[in-house]
């Protein structure tokens, strides 16, 4: 059985995004240790893992990037959860925003003319949609073979999981950098979440990557 690992970056405060949902103290303290780490985890998954809304925000930014992220992103399979229906048509005006966002702006023209975009939204295209039972759903994935599922949030989605206790392996990037309020990694429990830590890397732009899995009795 295949596990699911939720990959998330945070603030020191527990935040995976501002009120508004802005993330671009993500891109402000980028180094090519950190950048490695990170890669390191996307290009070895066997699927990428997210809820609709984060779905419809990679696919309207992915495949018109170019930067060392995106040849992973883009051509490892997909699956999409979602209660109603996925939107598989990018929105340009989102896909403008993040990369103002990111630091790397582009007009909708600069992004229809990437190399490969064709291609890439294809790809992104083609995903597993999945409806239903979000615990059902994830036991049938993790049933097949292959390379670890990679599971993105969404502060929302991630909740979900961690609920639900279907996070095998959580792989944290966490930023120095307070937001004070925002979007929570982990939403209200019944009981403490406990968890072993099994790596922690220090790079030198103060990202701090750690390893944890769940203790399960």
């Known amino acids: 059985m295949r596990k699911l690992v939720l990959n998330m970056g945070v603030t020191v405060d527990g935040f995976v995004a501002a009120p508004d949902g802005n993330q671009d103290w993500l891109f402000k303290v980028q180094e090519e240790g950190s950048n490695t780490w990170i890669l390191d985890t996307i290009k070895n998954a066997g699927m990428h893992l997210m809820g609709s809304n984060v779905f419809n925000d990679m696919i309207s930014y992915w495949p018109f990037s170019d930067e060392i992220y995106a040849e992973p992103m883009n051509t490892i399979p997909k699956a999409a959860f979602t209660r109603h229906k996925v939107n598989m048509e990018p929105n340009f005006k989102k896909g403008v925003e993040g990369f103002k966002m990111a630091g790397i702006p582009k007009t909708v023209k600069q992004m229809k003319a990437t190399p490969g975009c064709a291609e890439n939204l294809a790809i992104w295209q083609n995903a597993l949609v999945i409806k239903g039972d979000l615990a059902h759903g994830i036991e049938q994935l993790k049933q097949k073979p292959g390379k670890y ?44 979440l406990e968890l072993t830590l099994m790596q922690t890397h220090i790079f030198s732009n103060g990202v701090i990557g750690r390893v944890y899995v769940p203790k399960r009795k």
């Open 149 to 192: 599922i990679l599971a993105h949030g969404g502060s929302g989605f991630a909740q979900a999981l961690t609920a639900l206790d279907l996070v095998d392996e959580y792989r944290l990037t966490t930023y120095p950098v307070a937001l004070g309020e925002g979007m929570p990694l982990f939403g209200v429990s019944p009981k403490p």
